[in-house]
């Protein structure tokens, strides 16, 4: 080990980040408006105010406040569980023969097993304080789904949860976190909605995505009084609470005088990626430092690397506002093979403005190679990681050994999102060698954005 330099880097209770940083503040070319559907034009908060709470309006329509407080409650909350460590894989590094010095923030030391929590007890909170009764939303993996219904039990309040089909059957025993802490899981797409029986109308037999799930848990909010609609990643609101991942990263590395040359994330709609980079990225926006900032998703799911940066719907079943956002279409539905929650059709608008104006870059990766990554680094690191932070491993692992090609002394930092415990049917179909690839093709992927709205 270097001299000085723990094996894990904890902040004290006083260095630990009091606000959230608003990466748009920084940005000149903000992220585009979400449009109303009906009228594409902006909206309002008037009309948001029927899906979404008050105070995550207000969050996700501000622009210009660099630095929002945290909420007393909220950051009580946080003490079960975080600063979570930045840790030294010393032990990857032995095993790569690299020179390159790799850390990664681990998210998994709570209950719900990743990132999810930052933003679930965030918006739990201000509808608690709003006095609603509960709460809906979608889920892919499940882990955005057991964060929120943990959030919710602590708070109070009832939680419904869509769950995309394909997770819900592959992984029982996230779905069961859920109902343990009260929460109301279903399939989706489902009979219990008109959008959910129109989707299962129009493609019988589908494993389902979260563009239907969002449909099915927004639909359900409109017909439940007292109750709002949360989401999970992509939104602006979402990205500004998991910021608190990058600040107890970068406050970790300036503890210790380390300057990242590299840092890592995996991408699905963006809030595990937008969470630990927006810090380092303010930095690049104000002219104070450079980073290459590499976003990871699946080659099943390649929105940033292949899709098309255009106003669409959030959702499959058209009813929620549109994004301008890297996209694949909001018909597109990944392939059910896909291990990973990365499965969103879009990526926050916010990330989406930022690569589009070069602050970052975008790789895809398929599956099988993941998991390969996934096992390398549990044998040497002692930490079964989640498939979506296995993404990440990937390209941290592949540019450590580009180092041991070259002789540079990189230091590489990459989120690993939580852990992997509730993915072991993936795990199994992997040691089984049944795991296989799935690449949409060009024609397929045209045919999704072939459908994408005409917006001027």
């Given amino acids: 080990m270097e001299k000085n330099i723990p094996y894990k880097i904890y902040l004290e209770e006083n260095e630990m980040p009091k606000q959230w940083y608003n990466v748009r503040a920084d940005m000149k070319n ?77 998210e998994g030391n709570n209950t719900s097993g990743s990132h999810k929590l930052n933003s679930a007890i965030a918006q739990a909170y201000y509808a608690k304080k709003q006095g609603l009764k509960g709460v809906t939303t979608e889920t892919g993996a499940g882990q955005w789904g057991t964060a929120l219904s943990m959030a919710c039990a602590y708070l109070g309040l009832d939680c419904r949860v869509y769950m995309v089909k394909v997770s819900y059957e592959q992984k029982p025993f996230r779905r069961e976190v859920m109902r343990t802490y009260g929460a109301t899981v279903t399939p989706s797409p489902s009979d219990t909605t008109e959008v959910g029986r129109k989707i299962l109308a129009e493609h019988p037999g589908t494993t389902g995505s979260l563009g239907c799930a969002i449909s099915e848990a927004v639909e359900a909010e409109q017909k439940l009084d007292g109750y709002k609609y949360v989401l999970g990643s992509v939104l602006n609101q979402v990205l500004l609470h998991q910021t608190v991942i990058g600040l107890e990263t970068k406050a970790a590395l300036d503890k210790y005088g380390i300057k990242p040359d590299v840092i890592i994330g995996c991408a699905g709609g963006g809030s595990n990626l937008g969470g630990l980079v927006s810090p380092f990225i303010g930095e690049m926006l104000r002219g104070e430092n450079k980073y290459q900032i590499i976003a990871v998703e699946p080659a099943s799911c390649p929105s940033f690397t292949r899709g098309k940066f255009a106003y669409d719907f959030c959702d499959t079943g058209k009813v929620c506002p549109l994004a301008k956002m ?29 690569y589009h104006d070069g602050y970052m870059e975008a790789r895809s990766v398929e599956q099988t190679a993941v998991f390969e990554a996934a096992t390398q680094f549990a044998r040497v690191e002692g930490i079964l990681p989640a ?70």
Wanted: overall charge negative; charged content about 25%.
């Fill in 30 to 106: 903000k992220p585009a408006p979400l449009l109303n559907p009906g009228t594409l034009q902006p909206m309002t908060a008037e009309e948001l105010a029927g899906v979404f709470c008050d105070e995550l309006i207000a969050q996700e329509l501000d622009n210009d406040t660099p630095y929002i407080a945290i909420p007393e409650e909220i950051l009580g909350f946080y003490k079960m569980y975080r600063p979570s460590p930045l840790v030294r894989a010393y032990c990857l590094e032995e095993k790569l023969q690299t020179p390159a010095k790799i850390y990664y923030k681990f």
């Fill in 387 to 456: 498939p979506e932070s296995s993404h990440a491993i990937r390209v941290a692992i592949d540019e450590a050994l580009k180092c041991k090609e070259t002789g540079e002394e990189k230091t590489i930092v990459f989120g690993l999102t939580g852990t992997g415990y509730f993915d072991m049917v993936a795990y199994e179909k992997y040691n089984n060698g049944e795991m296989g690839d799935y690449i949409p093709t060009d024609e397929e992927l045209a045919k999704s954005l072939a459908e994408l709205p005409v917006v001027e």
């Fill in 326 to 354: 890297y996209t694949l279409g909001s018909n597109f539905i990944p392939s059910a093979n896909h291990a990973g929650g990365l499965r969103y059709h879009g990526m926050s608008p916010i990330l989406s403005q930022l």
